[in-house]
């Protein structure tokens, strides 16, 4: 196993604050981002020169940990409804990350133009239709939209309610089931 060496720790812990703490305070100066890396500013500017240059590294970051939970998640086996449940539980894990792209902080440029899911998605939702496990009456921006809500509401109420994540990720599983079913 290669061990990654120190600038590749702190850069990594770099991104790791600045997800933690944008995904709660997008106004957040970068102070507070060295703060929770445990690096100083001048350490977190050695490896990103301004705000500007971290956002992009979070994008790259958001991509790569988003494109990671759609390999675990298997999306081609099983039946879709199996299927975005397990999508939908490996983006749970996602929150800070996801709450980057809601408030806009961070874009991706494969978001299709004019909003819409992205072909894979569109194809996941076009098999639930045809294998019966997502209704037909539903398309797959609503689909897409009903996941993204679900995965809100689970991580809302765990805060609020301060309920276990086993259990917010219960409760979001087992909606998301319901809602897809005819």
């Known amino acids: 196993m290669i061990h990654p060496g120190p600038r590749a720790r702190t850069r990594q812990a770099i991104l790791d604050a600045a997800i933690t703490v944008f995904a709660r305070n997008p106004a957040a100066p970068l102070g507070d981002v ?7 500013r001048t350490t977190l500017h050695r490896y990103y020169a301004d705000r500007a240059e971290l956002i992009v590294a979070l994008r790259s970051e958001a991509l790569s940990r988003l494109e990671a939970a759609r390999v675990r ?5 099983d039946t879709a409804g ?5 999508l939908g539980q490996e983006y749970f894990d996602l929150g800070d ?5 809601f408030n806009e902080q961070v874009s991706l440029d494969s978001v299709p133009a004019g909003g819409g899911c992205d072909p894979e998605f569109t194809a996941l939702v076009a098999r639930g239709h045809a294998d019966g496990t997502i209704d037909p009456s539903l398309p797959a921006d609503w689909v897409q939209s009903v996941l993204w809500a679900q995965l809100y509401a689970g991580w ?4 609020e309610q301060r309920v276990s994540r086993h259990e917010a990720l219960r409760l979001v599983l ?3 089931g319901g809602a897809l079913r005819s």
């Open 82 to 86: 199996d299927a975005v449940r397990r």
């Open 156 to 159: 809302s109420y765990m805060a």
């Open 73 to 77: 998640a298997r999306i081609s086996d």
């Open 34 to 40: 060295a703060t929770a890396a445990g690096v100083g």
């Open 174 to 176: 087992h909606c998301l």
């Open 97 to 101: 990350v996801l709450s980057l792209l």
